[in-house]
């Protein structure tokens, strides 16, 4: 494949909202059924969020949280599967890690289900250590969890 002409943009403002939202439910099963409104807020919160163009279809896209020092997430790493095998996943990224926004965290985490091989050999490793989650729960049963907890003389 000839990536010569394949542009990589770390500007908001360039993001064709449909586009991404069509190249979510083509190649990233964990993302098919996301509102246009919530990745909106999504990447208004992440910093950097990454593009990959091939003249003007939308091919690739990665973006990250970070509190710039200490820890950072990698998030929703996807290629267009027309594009996958050139190279293009490796190179974005590690345009997301060399971002200096990134570049100086201490650790940076990603979550993937299938593809641990392809992130090994960029080099991340394993973490068994970190595999806690929360599923977040309406405000109603966050308060009255507190409720009980403060009843049955447990702190929070």
């Not at 163009?53 to 267009?80: K, P």
């Not at 345009?95 to 990603?110: F, I, K, W």
């Not at 309406?138 to 907890?149: I, M, R, W, Y």
Request: charged share 20%.
């Amino acid at each position: 494949m000839d990536c010569r002409q394949i542009q990589f943009c770390d500007q908001r403002s360039q993001i064709d909202w449909q586009q991404l939202q069509d190249l979510f439910e083509l190649a990233a099963f964990w993302a098919r059924d996301r509102k246009l409104a919530d990745l909106q807020v999504a990447i208004a919160h992440s910093n950097p969020v990454i593009t990959v163009w091939n003249a003007e279809q939308l091919i690739g896209f990665a973006r990250a949280t970070s509190d710039g020092i200490y820890r950072a997430v990698i998030w929703d790493v996807v290629i267009h599967p027309d594009y996958q095998g050139a190279g293009l996943g490796r190179k974005l990224v590690q345009t997301v890690l060399s971002h200096p926004h990134l570049s100086q965290v201490e650790r940076v985490y990603l979550m993937t289900t299938h593809q641990q091989s392809f992130y090994e050999k960029i080099g991340f490793e394993a973490n068994s250590s970190t595999t806690m989650v929360l599923h977040n729960e309406p405000l109603e049963g966050l308060q009255e969890a507190g409720v009980k907890s403060q009843e049955s003389g447990v702190r929070s």
